[in-house]
């Protein structure tokens, strides 16, 4: 798959990390050194760690998982939405809502009423209702898409989330930790690494960084599409071998006068004398 290359980093401010006195002490094996009180992150590091993660989101995509696009912060909010549709999986990018993961049953009757208030809209149910009706619908129907309609189509748990900031993420990690979900997330100098299952050293803050970020995950992901073999191919190839079974499990027609093609199949041999 395409790798992302340290000059592509460094071109986005990947490098630039926050300053030094909010740093983790156990981001220092992946900083590189500070420069005006700032921590320059050691990119040497993150370009093998950041194309390991994009190979893992690859894999996953290549079975048919789903992929949760995680961003709500205001520099992520854009590229994650629009990768995010580009490669045909959810997203979140408003507040996340307590429970999204650990309570998804409700989640899902929450997008089930965001549903059907769209098919209202739009199969002129609203045309039957006086206005005060349909504006405090219409208000419900965006509040819900607002925080629910980039995984209105997410029918069941995610198998990976990708997340931008793991600090303004900490409820949806916990979450995903809670249930076994891996984790792929930027962490930057202020964060711990060890909180999430595939950490990317980098700057989480910069939108030409989150763009690279967003779109490398996107890419991973159409790749994984891809590669995927077609379910009519599979279909095809479990019915063929199915066939051969079945016809190995035949028996050729017998000729006349073959006296051996006459016998049962079952009959025993005579027995010696």
């Not at 006086?130 to 029918?155: F, P, Q, T, W």
């Not at 980098?202 to 960084?209: K, Q």
């Not at 490398?216 to 599979?234: H, T």
């Amino acid at each position: 798959m395409p790798q992302v290359t340290m000059r592509q980093m460094l071109e986005a401010g990947v490098h630039f990390g926050h300053q030094t006195r909010y740093w983790n002490p156990k981001m220092a094996p992946y900083i590189f050194g500070a420069r005006g009180k700032i921590h320059i992150i050691n990119l040497e590091k993150t370009v093998p760690l950041f194309n390991d993660a994009m190979n893992f989101l690859s894999s996953i995509a290549q079975k048919r998982g789903t992929v949760l696009f995680l961003g709500t912060k205001r520099s992520a909010r854009e590229s994650i939405k629009e990768e995010a549709e580009r490669c045909g999986m959810p997203f979140m990018t408003q507040r996340w809502l307590g429970g999204t993961l650990t309570n998804f049953r409700t989640v899902k009757q929450s997008v089930a009423r965001l549903k059907e208030l769209e098919s209202a809209e739009t199969d002129g149910t609203f045309d039957k209702l006086v206005k005060h009706e349909v504006l405090g619908l219409r208000r419900e129907r965006e509040k819900l898409d607002a925080s629910l309609g980039g995984i209105k189509e997410m029918n069941r748990l995610p198998d990976v989330i990708f997340v931008i900031d793991i600090g303004h993420e900490d409820i949806a990690i916990k979450e995903a930790k809670k249930l076994g979900i891996p984790v792929i997330a930027v962490v930057d100098t202020n964060y711990d690494p060890a909180l999430v299952d595939y950490a990317i050293p980098g700057n989480d803050d910069a939108i030409r960084a989150v763009q690279l970020y967003a779109r490398a995950a996107a890419d991973a992901v159409l790749e994984g599409k891809a590669a995927a073999p077609n379910s009519a191919s599979v279909r095809e190839e479990e019915f063929s071998a199915e066939s051969a079974d079945e016809g190995k499990g035949r028996r050729a027609p017998a000729k006349k006068g073959d006296k051996k093609a006459d016998a049962p199949a079952d009959a025993a041999a005579p027995a010696a004398e």
